[in-house]
């Protein structure tokens, strides 16, 4: 049988797992899918490959691939999502002096107080946070944060752009403070002895949206069919991704020098939520710390991309547009989610949007197939986010 | 029209700046790709900027040119869309460009075809070299192995060549793979009667 072929970008971290998983382990072929994958240092060059042709998909912070269709800093091309590889999995990691300035202990701190001593130190000295992309996740996570506890972003302190295999570098360089990234990079600065994890950013929203399988949209219009098998190789790949007997095979595979070229140690430790925080210390557990599975974490709520463009719009100083707003979440296909995985036993949301945050504890929620149970998706400071008010949003953050 | 040069090899740089001004385009900046990239475009505020496709420095390099949409200068990717052949030649030879706002597109037009072709010829004499080095490797063992066989069969040089080849073909192997297992065997076993 001949295999339906997608070569696919990706950017060495963690959550490139699923990906690499389908093609190492099988579950794209058993979908008469053929996976190859191109690997890349920068965002830039993953979405250049893909936007013209050296890639069919791509692993993409999420808030890139809705840049991308809103023509943000280049011409607009539509782009469609139609799975989400994961939720979280970053952290914040501070210098080993910054650390010690802010009174960190030897666990995860607390966002809030974590802030306010945060807030003491950046009175008395100019900070430098490098974050992965102007629009990543972790630009805004961080932000969001800081804003939070009262420090204003590119006022009070700069935030710069750093590439996550170079970001444990800038910190021993002491060209940043902090960084905001992705694994094992926070780990591969602490193991390195140049810094402490101060925060997972799991803390700031429980059920934050990381990368996404992004690819143009008109590439998902006429590779359908072998679209929705793909994403049907992915779910397979999440759910033995998860499997708790499967964790050490899969950090030896992600660790090969083709894929992430990185210490396996670091790469388990993500892996299973265990985070070692400062050098030489026991690793601590921070469950959901990645999600990868559960919930239908790959279900792609058209709220999230909402989400996510209410913070484009807030840290670029634009004005909200609805059109814009509807393109963002227009990236977003849920439908397409639906379509692969009908028949399948997963859970499959009713809705395609929902109020992000509001969840404070399990709840069952509305599905057409299978039962879905959501946990907490709370902010660290209980603002809830409602996708049909992104004005009124704006309006009430500080 | 100032032109800078980012790239993370320094010969290739050099290659494409020849060519450059070759095509009459002197006024060019290479910018060190050990040294603070930010800085050192910003000191030269050039209109044209070239950045090899895979340079780990691209999305600090991104930012910076969205941040300084608020300066004069404002400088986007150049990908118009009405340029998407040229664009997409730029990818496939692994060269990116960005260039200020509101230049003449027929004034980019020669700098992006510089770059394109000597980003290819570059890659093709890189091919070139490891072919090259390659053969020189093969033609070394070959000889060695030759020598093996004459002295232990007491054959003259065409014979040995002959004998290397015939086996070659007959196991569907190349030249080379051959004489290697000839130069294994020897120094396994070429002290045995």
């Known amino acids: 049988m001949s295999l339906d072929r997608f070569r696919i970008g990706f950017v060495p971290l963690v959550d490139a797992a699923l990906p690499i998983l389908a093609r190492e382990l099988g579950f794209a072929e058993e979908q008469g899918v053929g996976v190859e994958l191109v690997r890349d240092v920068t965002w830039a060059a993953v979405r250049d490959r893909l936007l013209y042709g050296h890639s069919d998909a791509a692993h993409m912070v999420a808030p890139l691939a809705i840049a991308t269709a809103l023509g943000r800093d280049r011409p607009a091309v539509p782009m469609a999502v139609p799975f989400v590889l994961g939720l979280n999995g970053n952290a914040i990691t501070f210098s080993t002096a910054l650390g010690g300035a802010c009174g960190l202990g030897e666990g995860l701190g607390d966002p809030v107080a974590v802030g306010a001593a945060l807030r003491e130190v950046a009175a008395r000295q100019r900070l430098r946070f490098g974050v992965v992309h102007r629009h990543s996740s972790h630009n805004y996570m961080l932000r969001y944060w800081l804003a939070g506890v009262g420090i204003r972003p590119d006022v009070d302190v700069d935030i710069v752009v750093t590439s996550p295999p170079f970001a444990a570098d800038a910190l021993a360089a002491g060209e940043v403070d902090g960084i905001c990234v992705g694994e094992p990079w926070n780990s591969i600065a602490v193991d390195r002895g140049v810094g402490r994890i101060a925060l997972a950013t799991a803390q700031i929203w429980r059920r934050g949206v990381e990368k996404v399988l992004a690819m143009r949209a008109d590439q998902a219009e006429e590779r359908r069919d072998a679209v929705l098998r793909l994403i049907r190789a992915l779910h397979a790949a999440a759910a033995h991704f998860v499997d708790p007997e499967t964790v050490e095979q899969s950090a030896e595979i992600l660790s090969r020098p083709h894929y992430l070229d990185a210490p396996v140690d670091a790469i388990l430790r993500a892996i299973t939520d265990r985070i070692r925080v400062v050098p030489g210390g026991e690793p601590v557990h921070y469950p959901d710390f990645m999600f990868q599975y559960r919930e239908a974490a790959n279900f792609p709520w058209r709220s999230q991309a909402g989400w996510l463009y209410a913070q484009m719009v807030r840290w670029e100083g634009r004005s909200f547009s609805s059109a814009d707003a509807a393109t963002a979440q227009g990236v977003f296909r849920p439908e397409l989610y639906r379509a692969a995985l009908a028949g399948s036993g997963a859970p499959l949301p009713g809705a395609s949007s929902k109020l992000e945050g509001a969840l404070v504890g399990p709840i069952g929620a509305g599905s057409t197939q299978g039962r879905l149970v959501l946990g907490s998706d709370r902010f660290f400071d209980g603002r809830a986010f409602d996708p049909d008010d992104i004005p009124g949003y704006l309006r009430d953050l500080p | ?193």
């Open chain 2, 1 to 193: 029209m100032r032109i800078a040069i980012i790239d993370t090899s320094t010969t290739r740089a050099a290659i494409i700046a020849e060519g450059l001004r070759e095509a009459g385009l002197d006024d060019q900046v290479l910018i060190d790709p050990a040294g603070p990239i930010v800085r050192q475009i910003e000191a030269c505020a050039p209109e044209v900027v070239l950045i090899n496709l895979e340079n780990p420095g691209r999305d600090l390099l991104e930012d910076f040119f969205a941040m300084s949409r608020a300066l004069d200068r404002p400088i986007a990717m150049f990908v118009d869309q009405s340029d998407a052949e040229s664009a997409l030649a730029a990818v496939d030879a692994g060269v990116s460009a960005y260039v200020v706002d509101g230049l003449a597109k027929q004034r980019i037009k020669p700098v992006l075809d510089v770059a394109i072709r000597r980003f290819q010829a570059f890659s093709r004499l890189q091919a070139e070299l490891a072919e090259a080095k390659t053969a020189l490797a093969d033609r070394q063992i070959v000889d060695r192995a030759k020598a093996i066989l004459m002295r232990r069969r007491g054959i003259d040089e065409p014979a040995a060549y002959a004998l290397l080849r015939g086996h070659a073909m007959q196991s569907n192997r190349r030249i080379a793979e051959v004489a290697e297992a000839i130069m294994t065997s020897e120094a396994l076993m070429g002290d045995l009667p």
